[in-house]
């Protein structure tokens, strides 16, 4: 599969960005997936309605899917196991409520804003992240 151009990237980062400043400023809301998750599933008082949140976690698989549709499906392949999977998830929603936030809303919106403490969450997820990976490559040859 020939892997996508730099002008998709750049459209899909401007999207991205753009849903993220309109849902900041015209609801004052920040667009962090786990946040809007919690709400929508209601494991979480706070954060937007019910029915904002429901509709942003719906949006996401459907955008993705016209995405597929329209410009082109992605080869997925899953080399790990489902128990492998299943702690993955954990641990990313660990790290989720352990840093008041997800990659959305550090990454996206928090660094946007300059926020010292999505700052300081991006740097760190970033870093685990390129660490897990150094590991799994060279150190346990996964």
């Known amino acids: ?53 429901a509709a942003f976690i719906v949006g996401l698989p459907l955008g993705a899917s016209l995405v597929a549709a329209f410009v082109r499906r992605p080869e997925l392949v899953i080399a790990a196991s489902p128990a492998a999977l299943i702690v993955a998830g954990l641990l990313v929603g660990f790290g ?26 991006t740097l760190t997820f970033m870093a685990m992240a390129a660490l897990t990976v150094f590991v799994m490559r060279h150190v346990l040859g996964i």
């Open 1 to 53: 599969m020939a892997p996508l151009s730099p002008l998709i990237a750049v459209a899909g980062g401007l999207l991205i960005g753009t849903a993220a400043a309109l849902l900041l400023l015209l609801n004052g809301r920040i667009a962090g997936v786990s946040g809007m998750l919690g709400a929508a599933t209601r494991i979480s008082a706070d954060g937007p309605p019910w029915r904002q949140a």
């Open 96 to 121: 989720t409520r352990l840093g008041n936030g997800c990659t959305s809303g550090h990454g996206v919106c928090g660094m946007a804003r300059l926020s010292p403490r999505s700052i300081a969450a």
